[in-house]
């Protein structure tokens, strides 16, 4: 799933590090959901809205696989 997550801690001057703070997740976690390598829950996905002051649809890209016939 693709999604904002960089884009926005950096708006907000975060580092990974920071924001992983703040969410209680380490820096690594932070990397891999921003690299697409890891899906977070839903609470941590609405505690990373929450931070960036936004819906999580604003954050969170969702692109449905298409279908092969």
């Given at each position: 799933?693709?999604?904002?997550i ?15 703070e ?18 977070p829950?839903l ?17 969170f ?6 279908e092969?016939?």
């Open positions: 799933m693709k999604n904002k960089e884009q926005e801690r950096k708006a907000l001057g975060l580092t990974q590090s920071a924001l992983g703040r969410l209680g997740v380490s820096r690594q976690t932070i990397i891999s959901i921003e690299r697409g390598r890891y899906n829950s609470m941590l996905a609405f505690q990373i809205a929450r931070v960036f002051g936004c819906a999580i649809e604003d954050i890209l969702f692109e449905e696989e298409e092969s016939t």
